[in-house]
C-alpha cells in the first residue's frame, strides 16, 4: 500500500485537512446497527431496483441520515451518526446539488432544525463527482487481477484517517474493471474497509453478480424489500413524494 500524506489524497483535500467470508455469524446486537433494526454497521448492503427510478435519491437519503443524525425514512434512527463519502461515477455535481437542495427542502416538514444540524455538521457529508473532479484517477478500485488501484489506496486511507460511518458506490459496476477475472476480490477489498459500504447495483445485467452481502435492498413499485442474513426478509412500504421516499 503506498504512503501518502493525507493532504495529498484527492478525496480528503474536498472536505480540507480535518478472512470475512469465513467468519462466524454473530447477529449484531441492537446498538451495533448503523440504521437501527435495518442496517449492521460495518457491513456490505446492495441497493437494486427493476425500472423504478429513485435508487440514488434513497441512497442520499441514507448518506444524509448517517451524516445529520436525522431518522432514515423518517423512521429508523440512525444509531452511529459520522462521516459519509459519497462516489458518484456518472452524475455531476450539478446534478447532486440539486438533489441535495430538494431533499433538505422536503425532509425539512419533518424535521424543522434540519438546516441547524446540517450546519453543525456540514463536513460530515462529502460528496464526489469521479465524472466532475478526478480527471487524474481511475473509478476502477482494483485492476483486472484483483490488485488494489491508487483509487482504493485514497479510498482506504480517507476512511481509516476519518473514521468513516458510511461510503457509498454509485453505481458499483463502475469501480470494477468489466472484464475482471474474479468478483470476490473487489468483496475481499471493500470488507477490508472495515466500514458500512452501499452498493447501487445500476445495470441489470449485474443483479446476479451483488449478492454476498449482509442486508439487500430492493425498491419496487410498492416499497423497499430488505433480505438480511441476520434478521431474514422485511417488507418497508414507501412512496415517491416531492423527490423524496417517504413512508405512507
Given at each position: 500500500?503506498?504512503?501518502?500524506?493525507?493532504?495529498?489524497?484527492?478525496?480528503?483535500?474536498?472536505?480540507?485537512?480535518?478472512?470475512?467470508?469465513?467468519?462466524?455469524?454473530?447477529?449484531?446486537?441492537?446498538?451495533?446497527?448503523l440504521?437501527?433494526?435495518?442496517?449492521?454497521?460495518?457491513?456490505?448492503?446492495?441497493?437494486?431496483?427493476?425500472?423504478?427510478?429513485?435508487?440514488?435519491?434513497?441512497?442520499m437519503?441514507?448518506?444524509?441520515?448517517?451524516?445529520?443524525?436525522?431518522?432514515?425514512?423518517?423512521?429508523?434512527?440512525?444509531l452511529?451518526?459520522?462521516?459519509?463519502?459519497?462516489?458518484?461515477?456518472?452524475?455531476?455535481?450539478?446534478?447532486?446539488?440539486?438533489?441535495?437542495?430538494?431533499?433538505?427542502?422536503?425532509?425539512?416538514?419533518?424535521?424543522?432544525?434540519?438546516?441547524?444540524?446540517?450546519?453543525?455538521?456540514?463536513?460530515?457529508?462529502?460528496?464526489?463527482?469521479?465524472?466532475?473532479?478526478?480527471?487524474?484517477?481511475?473509478?476502477?478500485?482494483?485492476?483486472?487481477?484483483?490488485?488494489?488501484t491508487?483509487?482504493?489506496?485514497?479510498?482506504?486511507?480517507?476512511?481509516?484517517?476519518?473514521?468513516?460511518?458510511?461510503?457509498?458506490?454509485?453505481?458499483?459496476?463502475?469501480?470494477?474493471?468489466a472484464?475482471i477475472?474474479?468478483?470476490a476480490?473487489?468483496?475481499?477489498?471493500?470488507r477490508?474497509?472495515?466500514?458500512?459500504?452501499?452498493?447501487?447495483?445500476?445495470?441489470?445485467?449485474?443483479?446476479?453478480?451483488?449478492?454476498?452481502?449482509?442486508?439487500?435492498m430492493?425498491?419496487?413499485?410498492?416499497?423497499?424489500?430488505?433480505?438480511s442474513?441476520?434478521?431474514?426478509?422485511?417488507?418497508?412500504?414507501?412512496?415517491?413524494?416531492?423527490?423524496?421516499?417517504?413512508?405512507?
Amino acid at each position: 500500500m503506498t504512503t501518502m500524506q493525507i493532504d495529498e489524497n484527492p478525496f480528503a483535500r474536498n472536505i480540507g485537512v480535518q478472512g470475512w467470508q469465513k467468519r462466524e455469524l454473530i447477529v449484531p446486537k441492537p446498538d451495533e446497527y448503523l440504521i437501527g433494526e435495518l442496517i449492521p454497521d460495518n457491513s456490505l448492503v446492495s441497493l437494486q431496483t427493476n425500472g423504478i427510478y429513485g435508487k440514488t435519491t434513497l441512497a442520499m437519503q441514507l448518506a444524509m441520515s448517517v451524516a445529520f443524525d436525522v431518522p432514515f425514512l423518517g423512521t429508523y434512527p440512525c444509531l452511529q451518526p459520522g462521516k459519509v463519502l459519497y462516489l458518484n461515477a456518472r452524475d455531476a455535481d450539478v446534478d447532486n446539488h440539486r438533489r441535495f437542495k430538494r431533499l433538505v427542502r422536503e425532509m425539512s416538514q419533518t424535521v424543522p432544525d434540519i438546516h441547524e444540524r446540517i450546519d453543525e455538521e456540514v463536513k460530515n457529508l462529502t460528496y464526489i463527482s469521479m465524472y466532475d473532479e478526478c480527471y487524474d484517477v481511475s473509478p476502477h478500485l482494483i485492476d483486472m487481477s484483483g490488485s488494489m488501484t491508487k483509487t482504493y489506496t485514497y479510498l482506504r486511507q480517507f476512511s481509516e484517517y476519518y473514521k468513516t460511518k458510511l461510503i457509498v458506490l454509485d453505481p458499483v459496476e463502475d469501480f470494477f474493471p468489466a472484464n475482471i477475472k474474479n468478483i470476490a476480490e473487489l468483496y475481499q477489498k471493500l470488507r477490508q474497509l472495515k466500514v458500512t459500504v452501499l452498493l447501487i447495483v445500476g445495470d441489470k445485467k449485474w443483479y446476479n453478480t451483488f449478492h454476498e452481502v449482509e442486508v439487500g435492498m430492493f425498491l419496487h413499485e410498492n416499497g423497499l424489500r430488505l433480505q438480511s442474513v441476520y434478521t431474514g426478509h422485511r417488507e418497508i412500504s414507501l412512496e415517491m413524494g416531492a423527490g423524496i421516499w417517504i413512508k405512507p
